[in-house]
């Protein structure tokens, strides 16, 4: 009777220590809780080459740039991890399982992340490799850039190359071709340039 009693007391002390220790632990899931899909657009939409001029010139747009070193996405910076830390992230999300349509894959997205209260805007790399290239935005920084499009498509300019200097010192070329646009990047080697986007492709990419 003693010997049972012993037992019952040690395994109740046991269960004890195990409750307080296990209500200390701090569980942090990997969730989508702490990241959101703003806009996408789908990689079936982003073949729009139809209606763009093809005797309009191709200027090389970083030649006007005042300062070049001012570029923080070229490609020695890697070493600083600024692109590589934006295309891991991006990476670690699954953002094909955030879609409505679950395995779909996408030519543009923009995450919010909540704990870091940025935005990662990523699209498909279409010049070579066709892989996903991204950078962080504020949110001033994403209002300010929708907004900027827009009024440039909503001009209807014939062509027209636009360079904008974004968080990080980041140097984003956009290419207006009459009723589209892409997104470049220079990374010291060759350009990064998207797919051609119409406003209304734009405006999902953004969340409105």
């Known amino acids: 009777m003693i010997k049972y009693l012993l037992e019952l007391f040690l395994s109740l002390f046991f269960l004890h220590i195990s409750f307080i220790s296990f209500s ?11 990241v959101s899909l703003v806009g996408k657009i789908s990689h079936t939409a982003a073949f729009q080459t139809g209606g763009l001029s093809r005797k309009l ?7 006007v740039i005042i300062d070049e070193d001012i570029d923080a996405y070229k490609h020695e910076n890697y070493t600083n991890n600024l692109r590589k830390e934006a295309n891991d992230t991006y990476k670690s999300v699954g953002v094909r399982g955030m879609a409505w349509a679950a395995g779909e894959e996408f ?3 923009l995450l919010h992340f909540k ?8 699209f498909q790399n279409s010049s070579y490799n066709y892989q996903m290239e991204s950078f962080w935005l504020s949110e001033q920084t994403k209002m300010d850039l929708h907004e900027l499009i827009k009024g ?5 300019i014939k062509f027209k190359q636009i360079e904008v200097i ?5 140097v984003l070329v956009l290419s207006i071709n009459k009723k589209k646009v892409s997104l470049n990047f220079w990374d010291g080697y060759n350009w990064v340039q998207s797919y051609w986007y119409r406003l209304f492709k734009i405006n999902n990419l953004f969340g409105e």
């Open 24 to 34: 200390q632990i701090k569980v942090v899931e990997r969730s989508h809780t702490n």
């Open 57 to 63: 010139p191709t200027a090389d747009a970083l030649k």
């Open 107 to 109: 030519s543009a997205s």
């Open 115 to 122: 704990d870091r209260d940025k935005f990662l805007l990523s």
């Open 152 to 156: 440039e498509l909503e001009e209807k």
């Open 166 to 170: 974004l968080d990080n010192n980041i």
